[in-house]
């Protein structure tokens, strides 16, 4: 089992940044890949950015050029840079493993952004 903790969530105006970070224990050789997703009020869980095992990162669109992921292996360790906030990135923001077989979740993180 891989257990996910994530923290950096908060409040923040528009324009303003927050950094997420996620740590992984367990059985952290079973993860493929790591990122981050969010839920809004009201709408589906979608991918925000994903790191895999081999260093390669994907994002959603809607946080290109905003957002930075990276990884420190050593402390089992991601972390979401996030700059140049908007109002609709506020969201639940939950950190994801991607396991060999499944995935594991983080509890979630609220992120705010509002003047």
Known sequence: QVQLVESGGGLVQPGGSLRLSCTASGSIFSINA????????????????VITSGGSTS??????????????????????????????????????????AGSAWGQGTQVTVSS
């Open 34 to 49: 790591m990122g981050w997703y969010r839920q809004a009020p009201g709408k589906q869980r979608e991918m925000v950015a």
């Open 59 to 100: 994002f959603a669109d809607s946080v290109k050029g905003r957002f930075t992921l990276s990884r420190n292996n050593a402390k089992n360790m991601v972390y979401l840079q996030m700059n140049s906030l908007k109002l609709e990135d506020t969201a639940v923001y939950y950190c994801n493993a991607r396991l060999r």
